[in-house]
């Protein structure tokens, strides 16, 4: 089994619904990142968690909100989806450290 | 504010050349550097990482980088490419409170037979 789940890998949503996407992990750590990539624009951090009570904005919050329900589980809203939010979505888990990061396979969202 | 640039979007080789991506950095420190890969439909693999011991660094599947100061630059290096090796490569620093990383634009590799 993968160490870093992602649900669900593939969505469309109309804009205005609002939207979850869920990531679990069983490596155990205590950090969890979730990253937009855009094509040539590379990765850019949304949030980032370092244990169930801390939550910290990243880099293009605006527009989404987190939940970290359980170490193991971390998931993202996106409250009132608007087509400039389509892209592929990844979490991320990492222990005592940022450097070395472990990805779940990516969600990819379409907003129509 | 810690930065890094990614000089080529795209690089193709032939299968047995060396491959060379080219990353410079800016940061007001030493920083902590990293490659990382993505394979086609895949999530993000760490492939090396700099945190300021040797300045040659080796990675899996053969990789290696080198932390140039004078340069400002940490490209990545392959001396023979493979099939496999196709994806994309992206150049990272840590941000200087150390809570996040960093991610360049990426570099296509595309190896040909």
């Known amino acids: 089994d993968a160490d870093v789940t992602q649900t669900p890998r593939n969505r469309i949503t109309k804009t205005g619904k609002r939207i979850m996407l869920e990531c679990s992990q069983t490596?155990?750590?205590?950090?969890m990142y979730w990253y937009r990539q855009d094509p040539g624009l590379g990765l850019r951090l949304i949030y980032y968690?370092?244990?169930?009570?801390?939550?910290n904005k990243g880099e293009i919050s605006d527009g989404y909100s987190v939940s970290r329900q359980a170490q193991a589980k971390f998931s993202l809203s996106l409250e009132s989806a608007i087509p400039n939010q389509t892209a592929l979505y990844f979490c991320?888990?990492?222990?005592?450290?940022?450097?070395?990061?472990?990805f779940g396979p990516g969600t990819r969202l379409l907003v129509l | 504010a810690q930065s890094v640039t990614q000089l080529d979007s795209h690089v193709s080789v032939s299968e047995g050349t060396p491959v060379l991506l080219r990353c410079n950095y800016s940061?007001?420190?030493?920083?902590?550097l990293f490659w990382y890969v993505q394979h086609p439909n895949k999530g993000l693999q760490l492939l090396l990482k700099y945190t300021s011991a040797a300045t040659l660094v080796k990675g899996i599947n053969g990789f290696e980088a080198e932390f140039k100061k004078s340069e400002t630059s940490f490209h990545l290096t392959k001396p023979s490419a493979h099939m496999s090796d196709a994806a994309e490569y992206f150049c990272v620093v840590i941000n200087q409170a150390g809570t996040a990383l960093i991610f360049g634009k990426g570099t296509t590799l595309s190896v040909s037979s």
């Open positions: 968690s370092f244990d169930v009570k801390d939550i």
């Open positions: 490596k155990g750590h205590d950090r």
């Open positions: 991320a888990t990492s222990s005592g450290g940022v450097e070395t990061q472990y």
């Open positions: 940061s007001s420190y030493s920083p902590s």
